[in-house]
């Protein structure tokens, strides 16, 4: 059934997640097909998607080799059992992600999403640990303002308050964000200052011991807070003291994986290696529930082959390498190779600063950030409504006819890796009208 505003599906029974659900349903803004850059609503709007979805179709919507991918093997292998049974296209796609993952990440452990990534990473870090009889390793360290998904592991490795305030949460603690207006403002690119705040991690190792810590979990770019590219160095420095004190070091690039930062993942941009890696979203261009676990061969060897049980991990989904979305990722890896989406956003890094940063002048925006195809802006909270400009924005920009995310009062845009300058243009541009006629 075609769907448009004078045909609307029933909204009552879909419980929406992250969502006002009842502001939503009393005004509700839907998306009914999509080709390319752009969404359709059902008022027959173009909307150019400014945020691929949600940070997952980096090579654009409806791509045909993918859908003629998946249909191919839907009549070939549906599904298969992933336990104790195995089916060649799983096998394929493994090999396929290990060549181009960061140097040693060669391992590889298929789940649905991000935060099943996130998860596994951390159960397979404790694993580790474990299997080289360091079993007391099972805390974990964060970072305020990270988003790791919403499993327990992700939400108790997280940052940010109102996804962990009611739940119990795993052993974890917490290092400093890096957002800091105050020195960094309109930073283009990594801002210069706060290196030193990867040392936070030399205070945890002082407080909780280094022998009951398993792993720092952080993402290279913190996207859902809002786009914080980290301070220059600080990478490497948390690098450094992991393998001081035999703590693993995992990278959650859910976000920016898969070309984001003009490179495969941000361990190749910024140079520095975890042990392990969380993936999903562009594995498959975002048309089919995937995500993947990329791990250095030792972390891998070492559970595989430490283990005295005939099964060495006890863990996995129903869906683990499930046959459909590997040819879904293997047809999106194709399009990335021939296409060059691995280096795009490199290409573009500059138009993308240039047109973002245009936006200083207005008087409510008081930070933007970017680095690859990312970029977030702040903007200065309304008395009494914080939140409210942000919300704001994002309505009256999709209602302009483009799509971009809104956290608190910072915005967010990352455009799909095919976006064109003109395309760009016209995303800033409308945001700058849009932030103009904000009160
Ligand atoms: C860095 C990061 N980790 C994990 C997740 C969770 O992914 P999912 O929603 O697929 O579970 C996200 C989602 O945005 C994310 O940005």
Not at 36 to 52: F, I, P, Q
Not at 152 to 177: E, K, Q, T
Request: aromatic fraction near 8%.
């Amino acid at each position: 059934m075609a769907y448009d505003r004078d045909n609307r599906p029933d909204l009552s029974a879909y419980w929406m997640p992250f969502t006002a659900n009842r502001q939503f349903k009393a005004a509700p803004r839907l998306l009914v097909s999509a080709s390319g850059m752009h969404y359709r609503a059902d008022d027959g709007r173009e909307v150019l998607d400014g945020t691929s979805g949600l940070w997952c179709v980096n090579a654009g919507h409806g791509r045909p080799e993918i859908a003629a991918a998946v249909q191919n093997q839907l009549m070939t292998l549906d599904y298969a059992p992933s336990f104790q049974m195995g089916h060649p296209i799983a096998f394929d796609f493994a090999t396929a992600l290990a060549k181009i993952a960061p140097e040693g990440l060669d391992r590889i452990f298929f789940t649905n999403s991000g935060s099943e990534s996130v998860d596994t990473a951390l159960k397979i870090a404790i694993a580790y640990h474990r299997a080289r009889g360091q079993g007391q390793r099972s805390k974990i360290v964060g970072r305020e303002k990270g988003y790791h998904g919403v499993g327990f592991g992700g939400i108790s490795a997280g940052g940010l308050v109102n996804n962990r305030r009611v739940y119990p949460l795993l052993p974890a603690d917490h290092m400093r964000h890096t957002h800091d207006p105050a020195r960094n403002a309109f930073s283009r690119g990594l801002p210069a200052h706060g290196a030193e705040l990867a040392d936070d991690l030399e205070q945890l190792v002082a407080l909780h011991g280094a022998e009951t810590l398993a792993a720092v979990v952080v993402e290279p770019v913190a996207g859902s807070a809002g786009v914080l590219p980290p301070p220059v160095g600080y990478l490497e420095r948390l690098r450094k003291i992991c393998d001081t004190h035999g703590i693993l070091l995992i990278f959650d690039e859910v976000i920016t994986g898969f070309g984001r930062l003009g490179q495969p993942f941000a361990g190749h941009y910024f140079g520095v290696t975890p042990d392990l890696m969380t993936t999903a979203k562009g594995i498959t261009n975002g048309v089919l529930p995937m995500g993947a676990v990329f791990v250095r061969r030792e972390v891998h060897d070492a559970v595989v082959n430490g283990s005295d049980a005939a099964m060495e991990f006890f863990h996995g989904y129903t869906y683990s390498g499930h046959p459909v979305s590997c040819a879904a990722g293997l047809a999106t890896l194709e399009i990335y190779r021939r296409e060059g989406l691995f280096t795009r956003a490199g290409d573009l890094a500059e138009t993308w600063a240039d047109a973002l940063h245009g936006l200083r002048d207005l008087p409510l925006v008081t930070d933007i950030r970017n680095l690859g195809l990312m970029a977030g802006i702040d903007l200065a909270p309304k008395a009494g409504a914080p939140g409210g400009r942000g919300y704001a924005a994002m309505v009256a920009a999709f209602e302009a006819g483009v799509l971009i995310r809104a956290t608190g009062d910072t915005l967010a845009m990352s455009p799909p890796l095919i976006v064109s300058e003109a395309q760009i243009d016209q995303l800033v541009s409308t945001v700058r009208t849009v932030i103009s006629a904000l009160d």
